[in-house]
């Protein structure tokens, strides 16, 4: 490596972290030194989350340094399910189904509220796909999911949302050909 690459490769090394700076800045906040995972672990509001997050064991996947936006269902989100879906969710047999329906939740980049626009789809972790909508007041919504509160994390952004977003089901397959 020559002298003159080194200032070019630590401006790449460190361009996520400071995408994830000024996202929280954007916010009009400074960054928490705490991560996606123990930003949540330590809300009474996202007990239920946390709890699915180790069960789908994406742990590790959200103490990266990202930058990811989280959108992160309240216990109340999870609370509007039908009745027994987030305990089936949690069985070890279901950990795929579990992990894709949280990956769903999440995007790696951090995105501030005022960067998003209505009609904008969001590819999602899962390789799904979302749509935000924003209302004439501000108001931002991802699929039919309000988003109630923002939170600047050290390696991204949580916005907590108020409804589980759900995946749409796969296709059905093509039938066959005679």
Do not use: C
């Not at 189904?97 to 501030?112: E, F, G, M, N, R």
């Not at 969001?122 to 919504?141: E, F, Q, R, S, Y």
């Amino acid at each position: 490596m020559t002298r003159a690459a080194l200032p070019r490769l630590l401006l790449l090394a460190a361009a996520p972290l400071a995408l994830a700076a000024a996202a929280a800045l954007a916010q009009g906040q400074a960054a928490t030194a705490k991560d996606v995972v123990d930003t949540a672990a330590g809300s009474p509001d996202h007990t239920t989350l946390v709890t699915a997050v180790k069960a789908a064991d994406l742990v590790v996947s959200l103490k990266n340094p990202g930058p990811f936006t989280v959108f992160a269902p309240t216990n109340a989100a999870f609370d509007k399910l039908p009745k027994g879906t987030v305990e089936g969710l949690l069985k070890p047999e279901k950990k795929d189904d579990l992990a894709k329906i949280l990956q769903y939740h999440v995007t790696t980049s951090a995105l501030p509220l005022k960067w998003l626009k209505d009609g904008e789809t969001l590819g999602m972790a899962n390789g799904g796909k979302t749509t935000i909508h924003v209302a004439k007041d501000g108001k931002v919504t991802i699929n039919d999911a309000n988003v109630i509160a923002s939170i600047p994390v050290s390696n991204g952004l949580i916005h907590v949302i108020d409804a589980v977003l759900l995946p749409p089901p796969p296709a059905a397959p093509a039938p066959a050909k005679k």
